[in-house]
C-alpha cells in the first residue's frame, strides 16, 4: 500500500480542490457555463479518484452506498419539488415566479438555483452509484491470465 506514495499525497490535495470547483460550477452556473449536470460531474470525479488511488473499500467509508442512493432521491425530489411548489401557487410547472411573486427576478434567481441543485445532486449520486457498481464487480479473468 505504501509504494504509490507520491499518488496517494496528490490525489489527497486534488480531492479537496475537484471538490472546490464542483461548488464554484454548481453555484456560478447561472451567470457562466456550467451548471448542476457539470458540477455533478466534477463533484463525481472526486471520490470517483479518491476510490480509483485508495480503494473502493475506503471511498465507500467517506461517501457509503446508502447516501449515495438517498441523494438519487434527494436530487429528485428538490428538482420535482420546485416545480410543485409553482403548481401549488397557481402558476405553471417550474414556473420560478411562485417562488417570489412579488419580485419575479429573485423567484427566478431562486429556482434556478433550486433546480440546478437537484440536478448536481443526482448526477452525482448517478455516476458515483455506476462507479460502485462497476468496481464492485468480481473480475472474470485474473490479472495473471491477461
Known amino acids: 500500500m505504501r509504494h504509490h506514495l507520491i499518488l496517494r499525497v496528490v490525489t489527497k490535495f486534488l480531492v479537496g480542490t475537484i471538490m472546490l470547483f464542483a461548488l464554484y460550477v454548481q453555484f456560478h452556473g447561472d451567470y457562466s457555463p456550467g451548471g448542476g ?9 472526486a471520490f470517483i479518484l479518491y ?26 425530489l428538490i428538482y420535482a419539488g420546485t416545480g410543485i411548489i409553482s403548481l401549488f401557487g397557481g402558476f405553471n410547472y417550474l414556473d420560478y415566479t411562485a417562488l417570489s411573486p412579488h419580485h419575479p427576478q429573485h423567484g427566478q434567481h431562486y429556482g434556478i438555483l433550486l433546480v440546478e441543485a437537484g440536478v448536481g445532486i443526482t448526477v452525482t449520486g448517478v455516476m458515483v452509484a455506476i462507479y460502485y457498481a462497476f468496481a464492485a464487480r468480481t473480475p472474470v479473468i485474473s490479472d495473471e491470465e491477461w
Open 51 to 76: 476510490g480509483v488511488v485508495f480503494s473502493l473499500d475506503q471511498v465507500q467509508q467517506v461517501l457509503p452506498p446508502w447516501i449515495v442512493h438517498k441523494l438519487l432521491a434527494l436530487g429528485v
Open 37 to 45: 449536470f457539470q458540477a455533478g460531474v466534477i463533484m463525481a470525479v
